[in-house]
């Protein structure tokens, strides 16, 4: 039962930003979305969550619609070392403590 | 800081062998602590979580268990293991409620022969 949709792979190359969108259009109002990261053979890295409003931190740049349907993870900069399998995941604020990982998108920064 | 420990790093075990994998946390108090496996090929499942000492919450049934002995020691346990309990295990802890950040460890990757 996906909440998510995201492209299964995409390509970025290094220096130029890249630009992750992820489809939640079945989205309720007391769910947030949150990205992680995975990269090859290492545990999931956090990234960054939000609600409704925009968010920035030192590693990207969450964009939401405004009807909240979809986002877009930015990485402002991309370096070989973000190539990973990026998740998009919605959670609940309720009693839910499961990170729910789909397929996510494999994105490979190019030199 | 708070650090999160895994091992074995790697393991090889026969079908129908015992299973004990450890996870423990350190630099943090009453941790929720998570097992999550990545199958070959597979995206991450949730296995077990705990919010507390002697409180296991069991999200898919299997031939798997979970125990928390202490605030910050989490093991998983097989009595026998299956061809498809392969797989890369991953632990992480939060902390605080649901929607805390979880924090992963460096993963157990088992192979059953």
């Known amino acids: 039962d996906a909440k998510t949709t995201q492209p299964p792979s995409m390509d970025c190359a290094e220096g130029r930003a890249a630009n992750l969108p992820c489809n939640h259009s079945?989205?309720?109002?007391?769910?947030?979305v949150y990205w992680y990261r995975q990269i090859h053979s290492q545990g999931p890295q956090y990234i960054i969550h939000?609600?409704?409003n925009n968010e920035t931190n030192e590693m990207a740049s969450l964009i939401i619609t405004e009807d909240r349907k979809s986002s877009t993870l930015i990485l402002p900069h991309a370096t070989l070392r973000d190539t990973a399998v990026y998740y998009c995941?919605?959670?609940?604020?309720?009693?839910?403590?499961?990170?729910?990982f789909g397929a996510g998108t494999t994105v490979t920064v190019r030199a | 800081s708070q650090t999160i420990h895994q091992w074995p790093a790697t393991l090889v075990q026969p079908v129908g062998s015992p299973l004990s994998l450890e996870c423990t946390v350190e630099?943090?108090?009453?941790?929720?602590l998570y097992w999550y496996r990545q199958a070959a090929g597979r995206g991450l499942q949730l296995l077990f979580y705990?919010?507390?000492?002697?409180?296991i919450s069991s999200e898919v049934p299997q031939n798997l268990s979970a125990s928390r002995p202490q605030d910050r020691q989490f093991i998983l346990s097989s009595k026998k293991l299956l061809l498809s309990d392969s797989g890369f295990y991953l632990c992480a802890w939060s902390v605080g409620g649901p929607l805390g950040e979880q924090f992963f460890g460096p993963g157990t990757r088992l192979t059953v022969l």
């Open positions: 079945t989205i309720s109002g007391n769910e947030y």
């Open positions: 630099g943090t108090s009453n941790p929720n």
């Open positions: 995941i919605v959670r609940s604020g309720s009693n839910d403590y499961k990170l729910s």
């Open positions: 705990s919010v507390g000492i002697g409180q």
């Open positions: 939000g609600l409704k």
